[in-house]
């Protein structure tokens, strides 16, 4: 799987970050290019898939906009989530062949990734029964989000790990992936450390790389 490691390119912005997703999934359903992983910062966004509940966006658009953080509507699964800066939002460009057209199986494999990453860190996390994605141990906390699309069997969209604390004010403008009294918590806090963006990709994407070919 080729890593695209965007993260030393600064902050992206959210409409620049799906184009580049865009071209590389029409490549990818071409035969063009082999399996690969984007590794973005974003600028401060709120997103929400198609069937998100917008009394889970806590303020106006107005308010929003003063704070920077720009409003987009996906294509996605999932409901309203922010990504910005501190966060390190991975999307998977990953062709399911036969044998592999399993998306419960192909979300276990992004969270796995994530649960061994921070294991790596000191930090045990794990899955809950009630949502997607990485949490505490005991379902409190909320440590990464997972929401994906597939065309023609090829992944896009990923996932959304919280490496610092910088993303918690934008967490705080929702209500995350529809989940109510949630804590947002970050890799660094859980590990008691600063972690740095490139240091925790470099371990995601190990694991993928991984798990990826067995999914």
């Known amino acids: 799987m080729e890593i695209i490691n965007l993260l030393s390119e600064g902050l992206i912005g959210y409409h620049e970050g799906w184009e580049r997703q865009r071209a590389r999934v029409a490549m ?26 917008p009394e889970f966006r806590l303020l106006s658009e107005a308010e929003y906009a003063a704070r920077g953080i720009e409003l987009v509507a996906t294509d996605r699964g999932g409901d309203v989530t922010y990504h910005g800066p501190g966060q390190l ?15 419960h199986k192909y979300v276990w494999t992004l969270e796995e990734a994530i649960i061994r990453a921070a294991a790596d860190f000191g930090v045990a996390v794990g899955r809950v029964d009630f949502h997607a994605g990485v949490w505490t141990e005991d379902g409190t906390g909320y440590l990464a989000a997972i929401g994906v699309r597939v065309q023609r069997w090829v ?8 490496v610092d604390s910088r993303v918690q004010a934008g967490f705080e403008t929702i209500v995350p992936c529809g989940q109510a009294g949630k804590r947002v918590v970050s890799l660094s806090e859980l590990a008691g450390t600063e972690l740095s963006l490139e240091e925790v990709g470099e371990a995601v994407s190990r694991y993928l790389c991984q798990y990826l070919k067995f999914v």
């Not at 992944?155 to 919280?162: A, C, I, K, M």
């Open 89 to 103: 939002t991975g999307y998977p460009i990953v062709h399911l062949g036969e044998g592999r057209r399993d998306l």
């Open 28 to 53: 990818r359903i071409a035969d063009e290019v082999p399996d690969g992983l984007l590794l973005v910062e974003h600028a401060s966004v709120v997103t929400y898939g198609k069937t998100a509940k």
């Open 155 to 162: 992944t896009h969209h990923g996932f959304g790990l919280n």
